[in-house]
């Protein structure tokens, strides 16, 4: 049994975005690092190898479907973040686009009638609701904090490990 091949399309891109997701994480995570601000930095870090993750799990869906992978051009990341609010704006509205996408793969899924695909893809619904609302969070804080960024790390500090673990993730 093969990929239908508009899914497969359609996962690549995707697989595209996961990586250029990473790269963004990775570029703000140095940004704080550079700026000492180490706490924002592993956040970010983790955010970024997170979606090295995800990039990987659709891959493994490509070849587990006997499909063609095919990475597409990556966007360069952003180097235009030096505000921690701009930095939580930023992701959120990746993570909402991200999350669209994921929305259209799903309806792509269901009128091809590629059920395996669809299934594959609930993990990933679960997953943007939790990075939409970290992200959504980060914001806030931000936002309050306002000049105070000491004021950020320390609530990443406090927060740091008490992420609740997606339930229905295996790694
Ligand atoms: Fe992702
Ligand atoms: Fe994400």
């Known amino acids: 049994m093969q990929i239908n ?13 996961e990586f250029g997701a990473y790269l963004q994480y990775l570029a703000i995570s140095t940004h704080f690092d550079v700026e ?6 592993a956040f970010f870090k983790a955010q970024a190898e997170d979606e090295r993750d995800h990039a990987e799990r659709f891959i493994n869906h490509v070849v587990a479907f006997n ?5 597409p051009t990556i966007e360069a990341p952003s180097s235009n973040v030096n505000t921690i609010e701009e930095a939580a704006q930023l992701s959120l509205d990746w993570e909402m686009k991200v999350t669209e996408e994921i929305n ?14 669809e299934n594959f893809l609930s993990w990933f619904l679960d997953e943007q609701l939790e ?6 969070k980060l914001l806030k804080v931000a936002k309050r904090a306002g000049d105070n960024e000491l004021a950020v790390e ?17 790694g």
């Not at 000492?36 to 930095?41: I, N, V, Y």
């Not at 499909?67 to 990475?71: P, R, V, W």
Request: net charge negative.
């Open 154 to 170: 320390e609530f990443m500090a406090r927060h740091r490990g008490q992420q609740q673990p997606n339930p229905n993730a295996d």
């Open 36 to 41: 000492g601000l180490s706490e924002l930095a």
């Open 67 to 71: 499909g063609k992978l095919e990475i």
């Open 104 to 117: 259209a793969l799903l309806k792509l899924a269901g009128e091809q009638g590629d059920h395996i695909t």
């Open 5 to 17: 091949s508009a899914v497969n399309t359609a996962i690549n891109k995707q697989i595209g975005m």
């Open 131 to 136: 990075e939409l609302s970290t992200m959504n």
